[in-house]
């Protein structure tokens, strides 16, 4: 049973390249080409495993789990072709980030508690999601509002440990990497939003029926 | 129903399943939850001076665990003496639990095994590092830090340390991350990811998240040569697909350290959570004691702890105190790690394997024929044209009897000839071939016609003994079959008696939820059939 056995591989690489191939799509789906997607995932997945970059006061952002996906979300708000597009995906951000913000005080500090079983790692995603098809039935929106709330999530922490008087406790934007909370919750959010959506358009006669 | 409609159910259940797959269940009452009081995963301040622990109970309601963990239905735990256990009812601070089955673990390649399990690759070498880290700092414990809880660097820092040293004076290289994961709230799991992932980086052995328990003391407090000792508790969390594989883990873990010091695991918990367990099969969340412990004891629990896991991942060489003469048996001093591909582990992560491929599969499936409309009527128009090829099939294969007696007859003519050429052009080609290629193939030859003559040799030996077997399964076998149906029929009484008990306190309700249906039922239709009345009524004035 060593990290390095075969099995243990095998289960590692399997669930990491099933994540990634759902990253690729989720890029996908936000109006960049296979080949784009494919190099961003590449880029991502090797960002993530340099060095964090300090930013001073405990404060580190990870390129491949904070840098570049910012920088995808950047392009997306600004590849918007109307202001109301361009409002939506920081506001789903910022109203995600503020509902996980409160459930994670309201709610039990260890997962598994009864009647609440959606662990935290999912919760930002699943927020985003929501919210994202809530304002708007938009991808672009649930990408930027995991992503963004995630990073907001963060920066809170930071903030709430600098008040307290906790000057040098570390926080990496995006420490883990392309595995790292910010890109699960931007790739489920946008999963979210689709099935959502899609199946919406479907039971409603949708827009495109083949016809 | 309209195939546009049937498609969308598809792509629905499709991902549905994935979603649920990976996200877990989601409860719907999550909110009436929150609203009430009972939330805090840890125990009120209030509920431990009162101490209103969780006791989990079997069915002869004998106390089996005390924990501060809130459990709920579904939980699993493995008790001290292998006992699976199962929560079915939570009354209060009372949880209920039926026993499952009984769990052998039995380590590969000791005395009680059959002694023929050879480890799977030989090849795999550890890299004799262990990582340490906590996702909750503020954990403490009240006899030696004076509160249970401190904001900042809490007690259990000092029992990662402890957990450290006893490692690294066997020589083994243990990194333990100190990063605090403040503030302490819900989110720490998720600021924890990013130190798991960064100490996985360096590629360790194994992975323990190192917590404390909220229990009464004597629920961890045993005492060894007159020294007070906390036992210590694995947590498995079942939120994630690879869980398998980590339950696997932590039951061997428990089983090597039974071997060795019986007692100190206290039972590992099977719960819902992902505890970053998913980043890797080696991870597992230990608690050690609990807040009524003293702190000294959970450092002397901790570093027998790592006896433990030393001897489990390197093997016996590795135990300092002379604990291995504890292992009768393993003379061959291989680490029981060394072992476990084959088994349980190898089933656990098949399964994994192969329920991760097939939800992905189904997903793909899923957002495929949604996003393309023709597929499904082209998959069906497939299907519905199947009984047609099939009905052709009955001719092709008469035609090819038919046939078959001229076929033979052609082969059978030709074949000296193919025989000759194929020869020929074999031995063309094996000139061309290198040098050492040709006396790999001469080596693998001899090999090959040594092999088949040893087998030819052994093959009535083989005989007989196949034979003798054969007889005395045979003997075996009306025995075995009754055992079997006894077993069956106890499943089944027990199943039967099960399904009675809740029909029983189910019936009531039941027959209460009807009564109210029908009334409602009657409200609601002497409203409409007054609506249909009254319209009736305008109707027929209007056509007057």
């Known amino acids: ?211 | 129903m309209r195939w546009q409609n049937r498609r969308v159910y598809v792509a629905l259940f499709c991902a549905l399943a994935v979603i649920f797959y990976w996200l877990g269940p989601f409860s719907l009452n999550l909110f009436r939850q929150a609203l009430d009081e009972e939330i805090l995963d840890e125990l009120l301040e209030q509920e431990r001076q009162e101490n209103l622990y969780y006791r989990l109970v079997d069915e002869d309601g004998y106390c089996i665990v005390t924990t501060g963990r809130r459990l709920k239905p579904g939980d699993c735990y493995l008790a001290e003496d292998n006992r699976l256990y199962e929560v079915y009812a939570v009354e209060g601070y009372l949880a209920r639990a039926r026993f499952k089955e009984k769990i052998e673990l039995e380590l590969p390649g000791g005395e009680n095994s059959s002694g023929n399990l050879t480890p799977a690759l030989p090849v795999q070498k550890p890299a004799y590092s262990i990582a340490i880290y906590h996702s909750h700092n503020a954990e403490s414990y009240v006899p030696s830090d004076g509160t249970d809880s401190i904001y900042g660097r809490g007690g259990i820092h000092d029992v990662g340390v402890a957990f450290k040293e006893s490692l690294t004076q066997k020589g083994i290289e243990v990194y333990h991350s100190e990063r605090l994961h403040l503030p302490h709230d819900r989110g720490a799991y998720r600021r924890s990811r990013v130190t798991a992932q960064q100490l996985l980086k360096k590629r360790p052995d194994a992975i323990f998240d190192v917590h404390r328990d909220a229990a009464p003391w004597d629920a961890y407090a045993v005492e060894v040569d007159g020294e007070m000792v906390t036992r210590i508790q694995i947590v498995v969390g079942l939120s994630h697909p690879g869980a398998a594989a980590n339950k696997e883990y932590a039951f061997d873990l428990k089983g090597c350290a039974d071997r060795i010091y019986p007692g100190l695991v206290r039972g590992v918990f099977l719960i819902w959570g992902g505890y970053n367990q998913d980043l890797s099969p080696l991870n597992l969340l230990l608690e050690v004691g609990a807040h009524t412990n003293s702190k000294e004891a959970a450092m002397h629990g901790i570093s027998l702890f790592g006896d433990v896991v030393a001897y489990y991942f390197y093997g016996p060489s590795y135990l300092d105190n002379g604990a291995g003469a504890a292992e009768p048996g393993r003379e061959d001093g291989r680490p029981p790690a060394l072992y476990r591909d084959a088994g349980g582990i190898l089933n656990a992560i098949s399964g994994t394997v192969l329920g991760l491929l097939l939800t992905s599969l189904g997903a793909a499936l899923g957002f495929y024929f949604l996003n393309n409309p023709g597929a499904l009527e082209d998959l069906l128009s497939w299907w519905e044209r199947a009984p047609q090829r099939l009905a052709l099939l009955p001719g092709r294969f008469k035609q090819f009897v038919l046939n078959f007696p001229t076929l033979a007859r052609n082969s059978w003519a030709d074949f000296p000839e193919n025989l000759i050429y194929n020869w020929h052009r074999l031995r063309q080609e094996a000139s061309a071939a290198p040098g050492w290629a040709k006396a790999a193939a001469q080596k693998w030859g001899r090999r090959a016609a040594g092999r088949i003559k040893i087998w030819i040799r052994e093959l009535p030996w083989r005989w007989r003994r196949s034979w003798t077997l054969l007889l005395q399964e045979s003997r075996e076998l009306p025995a075995f079959l009754r055992h079997r149906l006894l077993k069956g029929r106890e499943r089944l009484e027990h199943t039967a008696s099960g399904l009675g008990r809740m029909v029983r306190r189910a019936w009531p309700l039941f027959r209460e939820s009807l009564r109210l249906a029908w009334h409602r039922t009657l409200v609601e239709g002497a409203h409409w059939a007054a609506l249909i009345r009254e319209k009736m009524a305008m109707l027929r004035r209007l056509r007057t």
């Open chain 1, 1 to 211: 049973m060593y990290a390095r056995a075969p099995g243990m591989m095998l289960i590692v690489v399997v669930t990491a390249i099933i994540f990634l191939y759902l990253l690729h799509r989720a890029l996908n789906r936000l109006h960049m080409d296979k080949k784009t997607a494919l190099l961003l995932v590449g880029l991502m997945y090797v960002g993530g495993y340099l060095p964090s970059i300090p930013l001073g006061g405990g404060l580190a952002v990870n390129l491949g789990g904070m840098v570049i996906p910012l920088g995808i979300c950047v392009y997306l708000v600004i590849k918007a072709p109307e202001l109301e597009q361009k409002i939506r995906g920081p506001a789903t951000a910022i109203i995600a980030a503020a509902l996980v913000w409160s459930l994670d005080r309201l709610l039990p500090v260890n997962p598994g508690a009864p009647g609440y079983e959606l662990d935290p790692l999912y919760l930002p995603a699943a927020a985003a999601g929501l919210i994202a098809y809530l304002l708007g039935r938009s991808r672009r929106a649930s990408f930027i509002g995991g992503v963004g709330a995630v990073l907001l999530l963060d920066l809170s922490a930071w903030i709430e440990n600098m008040l307290r008087g906790f000057r040098n406790i570390p926080i990496i934007l995006g420490g883990a990497g392309v595995f790292d909370v910010a890109l699960i919750a931007g790739v489920i959010a946008v999963m979210l939003a689709e099935l959502i959506g899609e199946v919406r358009e479907r039971v409603g006669g949708g827009p495109r029926t083949g016809e």
